[in-house]
């Protein structure tokens, strides 16, 4: 064998070898397991976008981020019940006051509506983010895709806290918008906001961040979270659900509201930060609800007039009123009248900045929390605890007892909420889908103390006795004002 033939056999010998390691390598490699949305995204990031859309061009140029983004955002519509078929309209100054006020009158005269509004596509395999209020109440969800086909939702979690909801449809290969870091995102950065207003489909207007960490006062509830991101794109009812996105077509919020007086858009814009809308839709995904961490106070924002009223060394950040026994900052050393500066070496101004930190955690995760007493400026390391003030992960309660027929989803009482209401067992009905139970009138927060003759205190109560159930089945209770009730159900 002369020396050509043996380096050209030796070569080809090389490349074989190489292959079969590969191969040996991937088959022997265990599966990666899929941990998070963002996980997804970048193992699949590279079948969907292209070099050219990682790169912003020279000068202002909104061509490639809408190029990347406009595929990637769904048309939502809502069917409700009571109404036979879905319409695309909507009233713009009633999508205001469902925005804005939320009022339960508004909800019940709205289960008789259809409504629209957007959604976002963030995985491959059909995982869809939303506004709650989009899907609010909703007896049916159908998306439509930016192609026109059509498919029926499955609502996977909601966080009213959040306005934020997470569908899926059964699909496969579908573009997707990729996460971005609102935490980067700066004021005066152009931005995009994609969505279907006036079910116009794929609309895309362009503004800039105009300021960050704003509280509007729109969500209700004790552990609502509100630090929007404020813009001036135009952003008009049907938006809702839609993205928020960089020149480089990341998302970096989910447009949720407008400041108006008409109904329509009046010049500034509101959006969910992507790291909290990250944080909650991985929560939905795993647990079926939002594992919310708590510092475990209350508090109030500090300004130079607060400051002088309480004769405080700093005119800026988050003022201790009250500590919870055994929360978090108690237990990490923080007293009344401390005022939070920093969470993690991050700013912290107002409660909108607290929040917002503190939303992208977990029950058990520490934080670094920085804050000023007196003329001292003093750190300390807290571990953040869930509701019920441990630091449990717990998973959406399932619907108890034949789903279709009951159709609620039932939790159990703590004992504080026994001693509350002076009852020594009951299950609360924590939501009232269609079903046996809405059909005899019991509403959303009614505590059932027995079900049937026999007192109930777990969802678990109530699904076995759901099996014996006879052709009437008394139901006794009270609601959290202290108002008893009885009702009867039938088959």
Do not use: C
């Amino acid at each position: 064998m002369n020396k050509r033939s043996y380096f050209i056999s030796l070569l080809l010998a090389s490349i074989l070898g190489g292959v079969v390691a590969i191969k040996l390598n991937q088959y022997l490699q265990p599966k990666q397991r899929i941990e998070s949305i963002q996980q997804r995204q970048n193992i699949q990031l590279a079948s969907f976008l292209k070099d050219s859309t990682l790169k912003v061009p020279k000068g202002l140029n909104f061509i490639i981020a809408a190029n990347a983004v406009k595929s990637s955002v769904v048309h939502i519509k809502t069917t409700y019940a009571g109404s036979s078929k879905y319409s695309s309209s909507s009233d713009p100054l009633e999508d205001m006051f469902r925005q804005f006020h939320g009022n339960d009158n508004y909800r019940r005269r709205r289960r008789s509506r259809q409504s629209s509004g957007s959604g976002v596509i963030i995985t491959d395999n059909g995982y869809i983010a939303t506004n709650y209020h989009v899907i609010e109440n909703a007896g049916q969800i159908d998306v439509v895709l930016n192609d026109k086909r059509s498919y029926e939702a499955k609502l996977i979690g909601k966080d009213p806290t959040t306005d934020l909801a997470l569908l899926k449809i059964e699909e496969k290969n579908l573009p997707f918008v990729k996460y971005g870091n609102s935490d980067q995102a700066k004021i005066g950065e152009w931005v995009l906001a994609v969505g279907n207003p006036f079910d116009l489909t794929s609309t895309v207007t362009a503004g800039i961040i105009s300021a960050k960490g704003r509280n509007i006062n729109i969500l209700s509830g004790q552990y609502a979270i509100e630090s929007f991101i404020q813009t001036d794109a135009a952003v008009n009812p049907g938006n809702s659900g839609g993205a928020l996105v960089n020149l480089r077509g990341e998302l970096v919020g989910i447009n949720t509201a407008i400041a108006t007086r008409t109904g329509s858009y009046s010049g500034y814009s509101f959006a969910i930060p992507v790291n909290i809308v990250k944080k909650v839709l991985d929560d939905l995904m795993q647990y079926g609800q939002t594992q919310r961490a708590l510092l475990g106070i209350s508090i109030q924002n500090v300004d130079a007039d607060f400051a002088q009223d309480k004769d405080l060394n700093v005119v800026s950040g988050v003022y201790i009123a009250t500590l919870t026994n055994s929360g978090a900052a108690k237990n990490a050393g923080l007293q009344v009248g401390d005022v939070i500066i920093e969470i993690d070496d991050q700013k912290v101004t107002n409660m909108a900045d607290l929040q917002s930190l503190i939303a992208t955690r977990r029950p058990g995760d520490k934080v670094k929390v920085t804050y000023a007493r007196g003329k001292e400026t003093l750190t300390a390391i807290a571990t953040l605890r869930n509701r019920k003030g441990n630091f449990d992960i717990t998973k959406s309660p399932k619907k108890a007892g034949n789903e279709k027929i009951l159709g609620a989803v039932f939790e159990e009482l703590s004992n504080s909420d026994k001693e509350k209401l002076g009852i020594e067992n009951g299950v609360r009905v924590r939501e009232v889908g269609n079903g046996k139970l809405k059909e005899s009138g019991i509403r959303k927060g009614f505590v059932i103390t027995f079900f049937g003759e026999k007192a109930v205190n777990s969802p678990a109560d109530i699904e076995r006795l759901i099996k014996k159930r006879k052709r009437v089945i008394a139901i006794e209770g009270v609601y959290d004002n202290g108002e008893k009730a009885y009702y009867a159900i039938g088959w």
